[in-house]
């Protein structure tokens, strides 16, 4: 089955740092998402991509859907203590199936 | 609206004991899918459906069972519980998954 390659898995920073993630995949996707999940929750929708070389943000988070259509980044510029949580892209492919995969995630941790 | 309720929040099953993990929507979505949670395997897609009476297999269906009689509720069957499904479950809906699922707070389910 298909796979999303979402790296890194696991960031450190400092409060008022911008952070950047992303995922790959060996397949062509035809809609890229991000989610956010804090400890026990499920996981948010945070941006939704449609098309290749898009470019969507949501407050301080900026996404972009690759223009090959097998990768996506998700940037959080100036971040906050609330921005931590486990971060996951997930994609879904072309054909009309309407399984979503997801990434393994990226955890981040703020440091005020 | 509720969104999507997932009951109970928390279970400790004996190995081979039977349960129904409840999920339901109040958003009137045809699609619904069930993941589950492992550390550091990010959401695998367990089932999923596309309407009422249609469900079809995702990823990891090996031990569960799914059914669809109505559009608000999508209860996930385990047979013969194992040590194998102690996991965080998740249920999603959506009215179409190119726009992405909303998803329930978890089932903690523990396998003794």
């Known amino acids: 089955g298909q796979q999303l390659n979402q790296s890194p898995q696991s960031m450190f920073i400092q409060e008022g740092e911008d952070v950047s993630m992303n995922c790959t995949s060996s397949?062509?996707?035809?809609?890229w998402l991000w989610y956010k999940q804090d400890p026990g929750e499920g996981p948010v929708l945070l941006i939704a991509l449609y098309k290749a070389g898009e470019l969507t943000s949501n407050g301080r988070l900026t996404a972009q859907f690759g223009i090959t259509r097998k990768d996506s980044f998700l940037n959080i510029s100036a971040s906050i203590p609330s921005d931590v949580g486990i971060y996951f892209c997930?994609?879904?492919?072309?054909?009309?199936?309407?399984?979503?995969?997801f990434g393994k995630g990226t955890k981040l941790t703020v440091n005020p | 609206n509720a969104g999507v309720t997932q009951t109970p929040k928390f279970q400790v099953l004996k190995t081979g004991q039977s349960m129904t993990l409840q999920c339901a929507q109040d958003?009137?979505?045809?699609?619904m899918s069930w993941y589950r949670q492992d550390p550091g395997m990010g959401l695998r897609l367990i089932h999923y459906?596309?309407?009422?009476?249609?469900?079809d297999q995702g990823e990891v269906p090996n031990g569960y069972n799914v059914s669809r009689s109505t559009t608000e509720d999508f209860p996930l069957r385990l047979l013969s519980a194992a040590p194998s499904q102690t996991s965080v479950y998740f249920c999603?809906?959506?009215?179409?998954?190119?726009?992405?699922?909303?998803f329930g707070s978890g089932t903690r389910l523990t396998v003794v």
């Open positions: 997930a994609g879904r492919t072309q054909g009309g199936s309407e399984k979503l995969v």
């Open positions: 397949s062509i996707f035809n809609t």
């Open positions: 958003m009137n979505h045809e699609y």
């Open positions: 999603a809906s959506s009215f179409s998954s190119t726009y992405g699922y909303t």
């Open positions: 459906s596309v309407g009422a009476g249609i469900t």
